[in-house]
């Protein structure tokens, strides 16, 4: 059977939104949540969805969810390209074919996000004024499940391992070094060691991967560092660390060298220096980018072109 032989008793692309929420989330109680409908409506869609399409697509338990049979994960794939190019038809008319227009997701590592996020949003405003991107800030392994499940069409990530499957440009690339409050003994000297630092009490910012980059750099030297306190704020790290006898290991450098309370913030190079670590924008490397995606990925490249960070 043909597209055009599809009448009135076939299955709908709502049908398709239903389904592939259930598989997304797991339950239809989640689904029902996400749709803002009935679980009654939503399981409803969903069986007469396999009754049009004559197979199961998933098993229902009451107290484990929902599990996708194997017909049901090929279906998946196909539902959620299909709903992508009808989506992309719906952009194409609202654009008038010539001019891009829709929504495009974004995620960024949290703290990428201050510094990278405000300048993409405000260039592609100004180059495509019909697309919104929306963004999601976050662990790189939140953002690499959304990149997974198509929550987000692309993200600004550390590629520090882990990003497998994933196709990427590089922005810059950064480097690891040490701050301190400015009555910190080791803040007057122009360089610092790790053998220095080991036995000074860490603030470890512990948010993957740099809790990975700042262990492994210890380790490597056959070191083990002096953890004070564990924190999942960036700039809490940083307050810290300008109050006390403290210090951290940190990636991003942001222009303002104070607390959020005015202190000072001191700066030094590790010596030997610590490893360069690219910051790139990736996505799925099976997944084809919409345009208006394709457009944020090209306008990242010239915006940064490989600069170092």
Request: charged share 20%.
């Amino acid at each position: 059977m043909s597209a055009t032989d599809l009448g009135p008793g076939d299955f709908s692309l709502r049908q398709l939104s239903h389904f592939v929420a259930v598989a997304e989330t797991g339950t239809i109680s989640a689904a029902a949540e996400r749709l803002y409908m009935s679980p009654s409506a939503v399981s409803g869609s969903i069986t007469e969805l396999e009754r049009i399409l004559g197979a199961e697509l998933c098993v229902r338990r009451r107290a484990q969810g929902v599990t996708l049979t194997p017909l049901g994960r090929q279906v998946l794939d196909m539902a959620r390209r299909l709903l992508a190019d009808a989506a992309e038809l719906s952009y194409t008319v609202r654009g008038g074919g010539a001019e891009l227009a829709g929504p495009v997701g974004i995620g960024c590592f949290v703290t990428l996000a201050p510094t990278v996020l405000p300048r993409l949003l405000s260039e592609m405003e100004t180059a495509h004024p019909k697309v919104t991107l929306d963004f999601l800030e976050g662990s790189q392994d939140l953002l690499h499940e959304a990149l997974l499940t198509g929550r987000i069409d692309v993200a600004v990530v550390y590629d520090m391992g882990g990003l497998d499957g994933l196709e990427s440009i590089l922005l810059y690339e950064a480097r690891g070094y040490a701050l301190f409050g400015e009555d910190h003994p080791l803040a007057r000297q122009p360089t610092v060691t790790l053998e220095e630092l080991a036995p000074e009490p860490l603030v470890l910012f512990d948010q993957p991967p740099s809790t990975n980059y700042a262990m492994s750099a210890f380790q490597e030297r056959g070191l083990v560092p002096t953890i004070r306190h564990h924190t999942r704020s960036y700039e809490l790290t940083r307050s810290i660390v300008a109050r006390g006898r403290t210090y951290a290991l940190l990636v991003q450098r942001p222009p303002n060298k104070s607390s959020y309370e005015g202190l000072p913030i001191i700066e030094r190079e590790v010596d030997p220096p610590l490893p360069a670590v690219p910051v790139v924008l990736a996505w799925p490397g099976d997944v084809r980018l919409s345009p208006r995606a394709r457009a944020l990925a090209d306008l990242t490249r010239r915006l940064y072109g490989h600069r170092p960070g």
